[in-house]
């Protein structure tokens, strides 16, 4: 029987599906591990980032100070949304993330678990994008989309600050929801998107065959970063290519092209359109690993669709729970959860739903708070991805394993185990107290 699975299948975008570059990441798996794994139960991860910081007075339920399970609790102001949900969640706190320097954001060390800091390169790849390799291969392994202020938003529809394909290489993600919707619902759109699809199509062709005959002339050492840019254009065209003859799927759960596309009030107008093209990106099996940056993994960014006026830096020097202004911007966020998990549990998916096997990872780039030194930093799971994570629960560390802990986690849960995720011996012995998974989080 043919399904969405079989389907892509060998559908992936050239250029994407490198081999693991890390010996810190388990690259010994092999091939037939990975697809039985894969196939068995095929599953999805989404990583949701708030910037400045997610305080544990925003996250650990109201009386609670030890692990303890969610049945009955009472959750903060700030996370309200998600207390109809508790049986499927996990909250998370006590890791820590010295060693990312986070400060005011700790940009690629939020998921890569390394040193990071404003105009600081990637040290290596990051823990989405390593996933997006282990999942069952996707037409788009990979979907990252950015959330900032409008005039941003437009002004540079793409920026890279979370993710990372490797030691100095960054990953962009996707701002406008104009741009975004174009590349990939263009080739079944009407009226004047499928217009200006078929334009840039024929455009980035062109722009690929002479880019081809660039590098005529051009020196040895800039032979390998031209090439790069080259291999780009094509693996755009490809993409494009593909994505005309997957109109089935795409048709299906394809959004609304409404007013907040083109005639925005407030950013947050984008913010949800972007959201729905992620959704939308998920359920016809187009991508497996979703990044979404509210903030665009720095400091600024803006919310004005719910009535705040302050923007960006300032909103980090404010208290967070008890602060009416953060209350609304964490229950957006959640809002945005919930529509994340109503979505895909409304897809039928093997002998239950899509959520079924799923995970959502919902943090900060920053820790706990602006101007921190990373010495706790809060998660929320939801999902149990396969029935590989437990739900329901508080959970309550000692301060004494990083963020990395719980990236190794999710790599056990996804069936590639490693002892530690982006660190070596010499900075476990400082940062780390253990190694392997959280085993208090597995099922």
Request: proline share 5%.
């Amino acid at each position: 029987m043919i399904n969405r699975r079989t389907m892509l299948q060998g559908g992936a975008a050239s250029g994407v599906g490198a081999a693991l570059g890390s010996s810190l990441v388990p690259a010994m798996l092999e091939a037939s591990q990975k697809e039985s794994d894969a196939t068995g139960k095929p599953k999805r991860v989404i990583f949701f980032l708030q910037n400045n910081g997610f305080h544990t007075d925003t996250c650990i339920p109201l009386g609670m100070k030890s692990s303890a399970s969610l049945s009955g609790a009472k959750l903060p102001e700030s996370i309200k949304p998600l207390e109809p949900y508790l049986d499927k969640i996990n909250i998370i706190n006590g890791l820590h993330g010295l060693h990312t320097s986070p400060t005011h954001s700790a940009y690629y060390g939020a998921l890569g678990g390394y040193p990071g800091g404003e105009l600081r390169l990637p040290s290596a790849e990051t823990i989405d994008y390593t996933i997006s390799k282990l999942l069952p291969q996707a037409m788009l392994p990979h979907l990252r989309i950015g959330m900032g202020d409008l005039s941003s938003m437009e002004s540079q529809p793409t920026v890279a600050a979370l993710s990372a394909s490797g030691a100095g290489k960054p990953l962009y993600m996707n701002c406008n929801p104009n741009h975004l919707y174009q590349t990939l619902f263009g080739s079944i759109a009407d009226g004047d998107v499928k217009k200006r699809y078929e334009v840039k199509s024929r455009i980035l062709k062109e722009v690929e065959l002479v880019a081809a005959k660039g590098k005529r002339g051009l020196l040895e050492s800039d032979l390998a970063l031209y090439g790069s840019y080259v291999n780009g254009f094509s693996d755009i065209n490809d993409l494009r290519s593909k994505l005309s003859d997957y109109s089935g799927p795409l048709k299906k759960y394809q959004p609304e092209y409404s007013e907040k596309y083109l005639s925005p009030q407030y950013e947050t107008d984008w913010h949800d359109a972007l959201l729905d093209i992620g959704i939308a990106a998920l359920k016809s099996g187009l991508t497996n690993t979703l990044t979404i940056a509210s903030g665009r993994g720095d400091v600024w960014g803006s919310w004005e669709g719910l009535g705040i006026e302050t923007t960006g830096h300032f909103l980090g020097h404010m208290e967070q729970e008890g602060n009416p202004i953060w209350h609304k911007i964490r229950q957006y966020n959640c809002r945005m959860l919930v529509k994340l998990m109503e979505s895909l549990e409304s897809v039928p998916e093997g002998e239950g739903t899509m959520m079924d096997n799923t995970l959502i990872v919902y943090t900060s780039n920053n820790a706990d708070k602006q101007h921190t030194n990373g010495s706790t930093w809060p998660f929320i799971l939801l999902g149990n991805c396969s029935g590989r994570f437990k739900t329901g629960r508080f959970v309550q560390f000692d301060g004494s394993r990083p963020i990395n802990a719980l990236y190794s986690t999710i790599l056990d849960a996804v069936g590639a185990p490693c002892d530690r995720y982006n660190m070596d011996k010499t900075n476990a012995i400082k940062y780390d107290s253990d190694f392997g998974p959280l085993r208090e989080l597995l099922v």
